[in-house]
């Protein structure tokens, strides 16, 4: 898997069913190509770290004082918590140890060992 398929907020695009039933276009998928206008894109979160050329929010030096992401990953739906953890593993441990672990998952988010 890439580093194209960790989406800005610590989704991993990669594992989840939506995706991989191309029901969901994905975070980030398209964008490089041009094949997708950021422009146009909801998402204030990925305009704002795609736009910066991050990989995701894990690379903001700003992610502590940024309500954006703050306010998504303290939203109510347990998913938000799981997307934050992602954040934050990514942080202390990197992409190749994140994506180790999420390639076993089966869906956007899950365990950590
Ligand atoms: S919520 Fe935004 S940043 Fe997170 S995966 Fe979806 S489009 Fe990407
Ligand atoms: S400012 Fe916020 S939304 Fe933008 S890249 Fe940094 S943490 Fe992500």
């Known amino acids: 898997m890439t580093l194209t398929e960790i989406g800005c907020c610590g989704a991993y695009c990669a594992t989840c ?14 964008y490089d190509t041009g094949e997708r206008d950021l422009s146009r894109a909801k998402c204030k979160i990925k305009v704002c770290c795609i736009g910066k050329g991050f990989v995701s929010c894990a690379d903001c030096p700003d992610i502590q004082k940024c309500q954006v992401i703050n306010d998504f990953h303290s939203k109510k739906s347990y998913k938000y918590g799981k997307y934050k953890q992602a954040i934050e ?16 998952w089966t869906n956007a988010y899950g365990k950590y060992k």
């Open 89 to 104: 593993f990514i942080k202390q441990n990197g992409y190749d140890e994140f994506m180790k672990i999420a390639d076993t």
């Open 17 to 30: 069913k939506e995706w991989k039933e191309r029901t969901c276009k994905g975070c980030k998928m398209g």
